[in-house]
């Protein structure tokens, strides 16, 4: 066994004292903006609001074509003052489908009511590209462009 010197000796004290003095700045850390102390402790900021307001068509689901198993969907939703209007035709039918309600917007969590008081299946998260609305919901994307106005020839059921 060989005999410490006085320089790793003093080497090993040093590695001790800096090691301790590590972890009380981390510990001070910790406690240094508490609330109750009058710290300065701030709240994370809420992401910025993405404006949904506007007319939009359905472009696509995911990275594929608008489509429910193997039928096509045709969407046009438009949000206005916390309510939208959304039409929705499935498949080979002719006819579209009005659905509206109410929507809210919490930073960029949209969420909704139908008329009929039936909350929306779920919640979306938007996100915006260029004109392009995102509506993702888990691994599903459905993407919307931007329009002018509804059409006003819809067949309606």
Do not use: H
């Not at 972890?23 to 609001?49: H, I, Q, R, Y």
């Not at 008329?115 to 459905?142: F, H, M, P, R």
């Amino acid at each position: 066994m060989v005999a410490e010197t006085a320089q790793e000796a003093g080497y090993s004290i040093m590695k001790k004292f800096i090691s301790i003095a590590i972890s009380m700045v981390a510990l001070l850390s910790f406690v240094a903006c508490n609330k109750e102390n009058g710290g300065g402790d701030t709240p994370d900021p809420t992401p910025d609001t993405v404006d949904v307001t506007g007319c939009w068509e359905l472009a696509r689901v995911e990275t594929k074509s608008a489509t429910v198993g193997s039928e096509t969907v045709d969407v046009y939703i438009q949000f206005q003052s916390g309510s939208f209007e959304l039409y929705q035709r499935i498949g080979d039918s002719p006819r579209y489908t009005k659905f509206t309600g109410t929507y809210s917007l919490d930073g960029t969590r949209l969420g909704g009511k139908y008329d009929n008081g039936t909350a929306w299946a779920t919640s979306y998260e938007v996100s915006k590209q260029g004109t392009d609305l995102i509506l993702s919901c888990g691994s599903e994307k459905d993407v919307y462009k931007k329009i002018a106005s509804l059409p006003s020839n819809l067949p309606m059921n």
